[in-house]
């Protein structure tokens, strides 16, 4: 079973509806992604008009993330795809201890969440380790940062492209990589429910 290399989003706009094929690239196999879910991924998110009235050229809204989560739910549910999916908002938007977010990382899902690069931007948050996060970042770049703890890496190209210290994303302010303000923060949990690690199947491991 072959889990394709994570990919760059195609033009200034497309974060979102990437960001999230992403996710689901790397919880599951190519052979196992049905082509509904990439249609349905790209028909539902590019929905937000700029000022002259364009389509998609303001990217993606919360409420397309919103649904798009809900129908991933509902697919998990008809037994096409062992998918389940979760949309956080606000206060439970945060990277650390105890937080929705690191829970999920460490029990084998996925975040795609919103945050500041430039302009507001959808990464993939793919593992947690010691306060360090690993991301898959779909906007190509290929200098190092400025900010000389924010790590380039193209040796995992399944899994992350970026390493970024934790406490870049808590920041209230536009700074490069925050959430931003605790209000208006969003973000969606992917989870394989076939490979999702509970309390009983991370017991049976230890034993």
């Not at 500041?116 to 779909?138: A, C, I, N, R």
């Not at 303000?181 to 230890?206: C, H, Q, S």
Request: charged share 20%.
């Amino acid at each position: 079973m072959m889990h394709n290399p994570l990919r760059y989003q195609l033009s200034e706009y497309d974060c979102g509806p990437t960001a999230v094929l992403n996710g689901i690239s790397f919880l599951f196999p190519r052979e196992a992604i049905p082509p509904e879910i990439i249609r349905n991924t790209m028909l539902y998110c590019l929905d937000c008009y700029n000022a002259e009235g364009i389509q998609g050229k303001s990217g993606t809204s919360a409420a397309a993330m919103m649904f798009l989560t809900n129908w991933l739910n509902g697919f998990g549910k008809i037994g096409q795809l062992p998918i389940s999916a979760e949309y956080l908002s606000d206060r439970s938007v945060y990277i650390g201890q105890g937080g929705r977010i690191n829970d999920c990382l460490h029990h084998g899902g996925v975040a795609i969440v919103r945050l500041f690069f430039d302009d507001p931007h959808y990464v993939l948050l793919t593992g947690e380790e010691k306060g360090m996060v690993q991301m898959f970042d779909p906007y190509y770049v290929d200098q190092p940062f400025r900010q000389k703890d924010i790590l380039l890496d193209t040796d995992h190209p399944c899994e992350y492209n970026r390493i970024v210290p934790a406490h870049y994303f808590n920041q209230e302010s536009e700074e490069i990589y925050s959430l931003g303000p605790t209000e208006g923060r969003e973000a969606v949990l992917l989870f394989n429910e076939e490979t999702r690690l509970t309390p009983e199947k991370t017991i049976e491991y230890f034993i």
